[in-house]
C-alpha cells in the first residue's frame, strides 16, 4: 500500500505544486484519507508566503498524523515535535492521544500510560472515550496491574464497541486470576458463541469448573471439548481436569484412565504431589496396590501434612502388600510429621508393632516401643505396647543392653524374671560362641538364679561346664556336667548324649581314667554319631591303656580301626603296642605288617617298621631286619628314628663281623647326630670295634678330630649330667634348672647338650613357660632329635598364646612337617590357619585353610571360618558360582559372624546379577536369622542401594537413616549419610520438577490479543 500511495504521490505531485498553498484542498484530501499527499503537500504548504501560523499549526500536525497513518518511522518524532513547539497547542489531545495509539501499536504499554496522563478525558468524545479507557486499561492489564486495569474497564464494560468482546476477556481474566470465578465465569460463558475468543473461553470455563468443584459439569462441558481437540496442546490438561473431576466423585476408575493417559503422552506428563495423593488413593480404592506406592512415595517430598497422609497411607499398602519393612518406614515417616497428632499416634504405634514382629528390621526393638511409652503414655494402645516391651526384651538381639535395663529395675515381677533368665542365657551363649569362655560363665550363673525355664535351667549347666572344659578348670567341669545330668527334663534334650560324651573327655583331660572309661561307655550305648563313636572307642583304648588292661585297650582300638571314620593307623599302632605287652608276637607282627603296607604316609608308619625290624633281629631274620632299616631310612629320611635305625644296622653289621660297614653306620650316627644318646651308644661301639679288631689307633685318631668328645672328661660329664637328670625325674624342678645350668657352663662341649637343654627347658616350663623359649631354641639348633618335636610344640604354643603369630608359624611350620602324632599334626595345621589370618598373610591362609578342610575330624565352627576364607578367594577371583557354593554350606551351619558375612556376600553377589529380589529376600533372612550387627547394618546398606536401583528413593533414604540412628560404628554412618546426602539431592531434583508442573496454567499465553486489534480502523475513523 505504501508502494501505491507513493508512486500516486509523485504522478500528482507536478500537477499539484501550483495548488500547494490551497490549505482548503490539503484538508479535503486529508478527509479522503491521502496521507501520503498530505503528508507531502504539508511541507509546501509551510513554505507559503501568504500561509498563516494558524495553518502551519494544521500543516505540521496533521503531517505527524498521516506519518502515523503511513506507518512512518518519524511519526513518532514529529508528534513530540509538534508538543515541544506549540505547548499550548490547538491539537494537544489530539497528538498525545496520536502518540498512545503509537506506542500502544508498538506494545510500550508504560508510554501509553504516561501519554494518556496528559488527556482529559471529559474533553472527548464518547468514540474517544471508548478507546481511550480500553488503551489505558489494556497497557494496565498487559502490566499486570489489575486494579487499575478494573478501573479503567469500568466505563466500557457495558458499552458495544469495537474491542467489547475483548474488553469482557480481560476482566474475565484479571477475575480468573484473582479467584473471583463467579464473576469470571459470567463473562467467559458470553464469550463462548464468539469466534476469536470463544475456543479459550471454554477452557477458562473448564478449569473454573475444577476450582468451584463443580466436578460433573467439569465433565459433561471438558469431555466435548477433549473429542473435538480446539486446542491439541491444551488435551493433556483437560484429561487431567477429568481425571481429578472423576476422583472427586469416587469414580477411581475412570480416574485412573484419563490420568494415565495423561502422563503417557510424553515424557514431561506429570502430576503434581495432591493429584499424586489422589491417584494413589484411587489405587488403594481398587486394591492395586503396588501402584499405589509408587504414587505415594512420590508424594513425600516435603515433611507437611500431605507427606504425612500419605506416608501413613503408604504403610497401609505395604502391610497388604505384606511388605512390613517398608511398611515400618512408611509408618515412622509418617510419625515424624507434626500436623495430625491423631494419625501421627497411629503410625507411631504401627511403626512399633511391626518392628517387634518383624525382625528384619534394623530398628531396636526395646528402644522404639520405650520412645512410644514415653511419648503417649494416655494411648488407648498403652496397655498393649507395654506387653510388647516385656516380649521384645526376649527377642532383642542386644542382650547386653536389655539386660543391664532389666538389672536397674529395684524388683522384677515373676515374667520379667523369666526375660531375665532368657536374656542372660542368650548372652553367656553368645560370649561362648566367640570362645569368651569366663564371661560365658558369669552370664551362665546369672541365668541359673532364675530357675522359671527348665529347658534353659539344664542348659545353663551344661553350657557352663563346656566353657569350664576350654579353660581347662576340669573340677568345675565335671560338677557342672554331672549337675545338668540330674536336672529335670535333660534327659530329653540333644545336649543330654553330648554331655555324657564331655563328662567322659573331662576325666579322661583330668587322667580319672576309670571315671572317663565310665562315662565313655555309657556315651556308647546313648549316640549313633558314627565320627563321635570312633573317638569313644580311641579314647576308650587310651584309657584302658593308661590303666594297663592292655586286652580291654586293644579290643576298643580294634572297633575304632573297624569304623574306618579316621585315625585308623593310630588304632592299629596302639595295638601293636597292647600286643607287644600282652605277648602276642603273631599278632603284633602281623598288625606291624598292615601298618607299613597299607599306611605308607601314616605318622606311624617309620615307628612301624623299626619295631618290625627289632622282631626279625629277635628271630635271627637278620637280612629281613635291615632290608626294613635301609627302607625306613629311604622313606622317612626326616624320622627322628633314622639314627636308631642307623644306629640299629651298624649293631647289625657288628654282630655278623662285617666291621667296615658296621663302622660306616656308626660314624653317620656321631657325625650326624651329636650330642644323643644314639651318638653315645654308637661311639662306644665303634670303640668294642676298633678293640675287637686291634686298630685302636684309628679310634683315637678319629676321637681326637671330634670337637665335641674328651675321652679324659667324658666320665665326669656323665656323671655331672645323670644327677642333673634325677633331679628332674623327681620333679624338683627348680633345683634341675640350677643343676643342668651347671652342667651345661662346667664343660666346653658337654656330650648330654642336647638333653640336658630340653629337660632345662622343660623344668622352666613347669613353673614359667615363657622363661622357657631359650632353651628350646638351643634344642632346635641340633639335627632333628628325639626332642624336636615337644620342642618345637612347646615353643609354638607359647609363641601363640603371647600372639607373637609371625614367630608361632614359622614353628607351626616346622613341626607340622616332622609330627609324629596326629594330634600335634592336626594342632600345627589349625593353629598355622590361624597365625596366617592374624598376620594377614593371604596366600598362605588360603592355602592353610584348604588344609584344615582336609582335616578328618575338624569343629564345625573352625570348618566355616576356613571354608569363608576359600569363598572369599574365590569371590575376588571373580568365580562366583565357586563362592555361592561355600557361602551357602556356611549359612547353613553358622548364623553368628561368619555365617552373617556369608549371607551377606550371597545378597550381594544376587545384588551383583541384579537379581534384587532374591538379594533383598536374603537379607531379610540375615536380619532375621543372624548375629553379627556389623553384616545386619551393611546389608541394609545393600537393601537402600536396591531400593534405589528400583527408584524407591524414599524406601531408599528411610533405610540409610535407621541405620543412622541405630547402628554404633561410625564407619558404617559415614557411608549412610554420604548415601542419604546423594538422595536428598535427587529429591530436590524432583521437587523442582514437581514445582514447574502446576495446575493453573496462564490460558492467556493461549492467544496474542494484539492480532485481534484493527491498527487500520480505529474507532476515531468512524463517524
Known amino acids: 500500500m505504501r508502494l501505491r500511495v507513493y508512486i500516486f504521490f509523485l504522478l500528482i505531485s507536478q500537477i499539484s505544486l501550483a495548488q500547494n498553498c490551497d490549505v482548503d484542498q490539503i484538508k479535503h484530501l486529508l478527509q479522503n484519507k491521502q496521507y501520503a499527499l498530505v503528508y507531502s503537500m504539508a511541507d509546501a504548504l509551510q513554505e507559503?508566503?501568504?500561509?498563516?501560523?494558524?495553518?502551519?499549526?494544521?500543516?505540521?500536525?496533521?503531517?505527524?498524523?498521516?506519518?502515523?497513518?503511513?506507518?512512518?518511522?518519524?511519526?513518532?518524532?514529529?508528534?513530540?515535535?509538534?508538543?515541544?513547539?506549540?505547548?499550548?497547542?490547538?491539537?494537544?489531545?489530539?497528538?498525545?492521544?496520536?502518540?498512545?495509539?503509537?506506542?500502544?501499536?508498538?506494545?510500550?504499554?508504560?508510554?501509553?500510560?504516561?501519554?494518556?496522563?496528559?488527556?482529559?478525558v471529559y474533553d472527548l468524545e464518547f468514540h474517544e472515550e471508548a478507546m481511550y479507557y480500553f488503551r489505558l486499561g489494556y497497557s494496565y492489564f498487559s502490566l499486570n496491574k489489575y486494579e487499575e486495569a478494573k478501573l479503567a474497564f469500568f466505563d466500557i464494560k457495558s458499552i458495544s464497541f469495537t474491542y467489547s468482546e475483548l474488553t469482557t476477556y480481560c476482566l474475565s481474566h484479571m477475575a480468573y486470576e484473582e479467584g473471583n470465578y463467579a464473576t469470571a465465569l459470567q463473562g467467559f460463558q458470553q464469550l463462548v458463541s464468539t469466534p476469536t475468543l470463544g475456543v479459550i473461553s471454554k477452557y477458562y470455563i473448564t478449569h473454573i469448573y475444577y476450582y468451584q468443584e463443580r466436578y460433573t459439569e467439569l465433565i459433561d462441558f471438558a469431555k466435548p471439548l477433549l473429542e473435538n481437540s480446539y486446542n491439541p496442546k491444551r488435551d493433556k490438561e483437560l484429561k487431567r481436569l477429568i481425571g481429578d473431576a472423576y476422583f472427586a466423585l469416587g469414580q477411581y476408575q475412570n480416574s485412573i484412565d484419563y490420568l494415565e493417559d495423561y502422563m503417557s503422552d510424553d515424557a514431561s506428563s506429570s502430576l503434581d504431589r495432591i493429584e499424586k495423593y489422589q491417584l494413589g488413593l484411587a489405587y488403594y480404592e481398587l486394591q492395586d496396590y503396588n501402584k499405589a506406592t509408587a504414587q505415594f512415595e512420590d508424594v513425600l517430598l516435603d515433611e507437611d501434612s500431605l507427606s504425612q497422609f500419605a506416608a501413613h497411607q503408604l504403610g497401609q499398602c505395604y502391610l497388604l502388600l505384606d511388605k512390613k519393612p517398608l511398611a515400618i518406614n512408611a509408618f515412622k515417616y509418617a510419625s515424624a510429621i507434626n500436623f495430625d497428632y491423631t494419625l501421627k499416634e497411629d503410625a507411631a504405634f504401627n511403626s512399633v508393632k511391626l518392628i517387634y514382629e518383624q525382625q528384619s528390621s534394623y530398628d531396636n526393638a526395646i528402644e522404639s516401643i520405650e520412645q512410644f511409652i514415653e511419648d503417649y503414655p494416655q494411648s488407648v494402645h498403652i496397655n498393649y505396647v507395654q506387653d510388647l516391651l516385656i516380649k521384645a526384651y526376649t527377642s532383642t538381639k542386644d542382650f547386653q543392653t536389655a539386660v543391664d535395663k532389666l538389672s536397674a529395675l529395684s524388683s522384677m515381677s515373676l515374667p520379667q524374671q523369666q526375660v531375665y533368665q532368657k536374656l542372660s542365657y542368650y548372652l553367656a551363649a553368645e560370649h561362648f560362641v566367640n570362645k569368651r569362655y569366663q564371661q560365658s560363665i558369669t552370664w551362665f550363673d546369672k541365668s541359673i538364679k532364675y530357675p522359671i525355664d527348665n529347658k534353659l535351667f539344664a542348659l545353663a549347666y551344661y553350657w557352663k561346664a563346656e566353657a569350664y572344659y576350654h579353660i581347662e578348670d576340669y573340677g568345675n567341669a565335671i560338677e557342672s556336667f554331672k549337675a545338668f545330668n540330674i536336672k529335670d527334663g535333660s534327659f530329653l534334650l540333644e545336649e543330654y548324649k553330648q554331655a555324657h560324651y564331655s563328662l567322659a573327655y573331662t576325666y579322661y583331660q583330668s587322667s580319672k581314667y576309670k571315671d572317663a572309661i565310665l562315662w565313655f561307655r555309657k556315651y556308647i550305648s546313648l549316640s549313633s554319631d558314627i565320627k563321635k563313636q570312633t573317638d569313644t572307642y580311641l579314647r576308650l583304648g587310651d584309657a584302658y591303656f593308661m590303666t594297663q588292661d592292655y586286652n580291654r585297650a586293644q579290643e576298643f582300638y580294634g572297633l575304632a580301626e573297624e569304623s574306618g571314620a579316621f585315625d585308623v593307623d593310630y588304632a592299629i599302632h596302639q595295638q601293636i603296642q597292647c600286643f607287644g605287652l600282652t605277648n602276642q608276637r603273631d599278632k603284633k607282627r602281623t598288625a606291624l605288617s598292615q601298618l607299613i603296607s597299607d599306611y605308607p604316609q601314616s605318622l606311624y608308619n617309620d615307628d612301624a617298621m623299626l619295631n618290625l625290624s627289632t622282631m626279625y633281629?629277635?628271630?635271627?631274620?637278620?637280612?629281613?631286619?635291615?632290608?626294613?632299616?635301609?627302607?625306613?631310612?629311604?622313606?622317612?629320611?626326616?624320622?627322628?628314628?633314622?639314627?636308631?635305625?642307623?644306629?640299629?644296622?651298624?649293631?647289625?653289621?657288628?654282630?655278623?663281623?662285617?666291621?667296615?660297614?658296621?663302622?660306616?653306620?656308626?660314624?653317620?650316627?656321631?657325625?650326624?647326630?651329636?650330642?644323643?644318646?644314639?651318638?653315645?651308644?654308637?661311639?662306644?661301639?665303634?670303640?668294642?670295634?676298633?678293640?675287637?679288631?686291634?686298630?685302636?689307633?684309628s679310634y683315637?685318631?678319629?676321637?681326637?678330630?671330634?670337637?665335641?668328645?674328651?675321652?679324659?672328661?667324658a666320665s665326669k660329664d656323665s656323671i655331672s649330667y645323670e644327677a642333673s637328670e634325677n633331679l628332674y625325674l623327681k620333679q624338683d624342678y627348680e633345683k634341675a634348672v640350677d643343676a643342668f645350668d651347671n652342667y651345661l657352663n662346667e664343660f666346653d662341649a658337654p656330650i648330654f647338650k642336647l638333653n640336658a637343654h630340653f629337660y632345662k627347658a622343660e623344668s622352666i616350663f613347669a613353673t614359667n613357660p615363657d622363661l622357657a623359649v631359650e632353651d628350646y631354641?638351643?634344642?632346635?639348633?641340633?639335627?632333628?632329635?628325639?626332642?624336636?618335636?615337644?620342642?618345637?610344640?612347646?615353643?609354638?604354643?607359647?609363641?601363640?598364646?603371647?600372639?607373637?603369630?609371625?614367630?608361632?608359624?614359622?614353628?607351626?611350620?616346622?613341626?607340622?612337617?616332622?609330627?609324629?602324632?596326629?594330634?600335634l599334626l592336626r594342632e600345627a595345621t589349625i593353629n598355622l590357619f590361624y597365625c596366617y589370618k592374624n598376620l594377614d598373610m593371604n596366600a598362605s591362609l588360603l592355602e592353610s585353610a584348604k588344609a584344615v578342610l582336609d582335616l578328618d575330624k575338624v569343629d564345625a565352627e573352625l570348618a566355616n571360618e576356613a571354608r569363608l576364607i576359600i569363598a572369599n578367594n574365590y569371590f575376588d577371583q571373580s568365580e562366583f558360582h565357586l563362592a555361592k557354593k561355600d557361602y551357602q554350606i556356611i549359612t547353613e551351619q553358622n548364623q553368628s559372624e561368619i555365617g552373617s558375612e556369608a549371607k551377606y556376600q550371597l545378597a550381594y553377589l544376587a545384588y551383583l546379577e541384579s537379581d534384587f529380589d532374591q538379594s533383598e529376600k536374603i537379607i531379610f533372612e540375615l536380619a532375621e536369622n543372624y548375629y553379627s550387627d556389623y553384616y545386619i547394618a551393611k546389608s541394609f546398606i545393600l537393601l537402600a542401594d536396591i531400593y534405589k536401583e528400583k527408584d524407591n528413593l524414599f524406601q531408599s533414604k528411610a533405610t540409610l537413616q535407621s541405620i543412622v540412628d541405630n547402628y554404633q560404628g561410625e564407619d558404617l554412618k559415614e557411608i549412610c549419610l554420604q548415601k542419604i546426602a546423594e538422595i536428598d539431592l535427587l529429591n530436590e531434583e524432583a521437587q523442582k520438577d514437581s514445582q514447574k508442573d502446576e495446575l493453573i496454567i496462564n490460558l492467556l499465553n493461549d492467544i496474542e490479543l494484539n492480532e485481534l486489534f484493527e491498527e487500520e480502523n480505529t474507532l476515531e475513523d468512524e463517524e
Open 48 to 120: 507559503c508566503p501568504d500561509v498563516n501560523e494558524s495553518d502551519v499549526e494544521w500543516a505540521k500536525f496533521h503531517q505527524a498524523i498521516c506519518a502515523l497513518e503511513l506507518f512512518n518511522d518519524e511519526a513518532q518524532f514529529r508528534l513530540e515535535q509538534y508538543l515541544e513547539n506549540y505547548p499550548n497547542g490547538k491539537y494537544n489531545k489530539e497528538t498525545y492521544i496520536a502518540l498512545s495509539k503509537l506506542h500502544f501499536r508498538n506494545k510500550e504499554y508504560d508510554k501509553v500510560i504516561a501519554k494518556l496522563s496528559n488527556v482529559n
Open 617 to 697: 633281629l629277635n628271630e635271627n631274620r637278620q637280612d629281613e631286619s635291615v632290608a626294613l632299616l635301609s627302607d625306613l631310612i629311604k622313606k622317612h629320611p626326616k624320622s627322628i628314628l633314622v639314627k636308631t635305625a642307623l644306629l640299629k644296622l651298624g649293631l647289625n653289621f657288628y654282630n655278623e663281623s662285617v666291621s667296615d660297614s658296621a663302622i660306616y653306620y656308626f660314624k653317620s650316627v656321631i657325625e650326624n647326630y651329636p650330642n644323643t644318646k644314639e651318638s653315645k651308644e654308637a661311639l662306644i661301639a665303634y670303640k668294642n670295634v676298633s678293640v675287637e679288631s686291634g686298630d685302636v689307633k
Open 700 to 713: 683315637f685318631d678319629y676321637v681326637g678330630e671330634l670337637s665335641n668328645v674328651s675321652v679324659d672328661i
Open 777 to 823: 631354641l638351643n634344642v632346635l639348633e641340633f639335627p632333628q632329635n628325639i626332642f624336636t618335636e615337644r620342642a618345637l610344640s612347646r615353643l609354638a604354643r607359647i609363641q601363640f598364646k603371647k600372639e607373637e603369630y609371625g614367630v608361632a608359624a614359622l614353628h607351626y611350620t616346622n613341626l607340622k612337617a616332622i609330627a609324629q602324632e596326629n594330634s
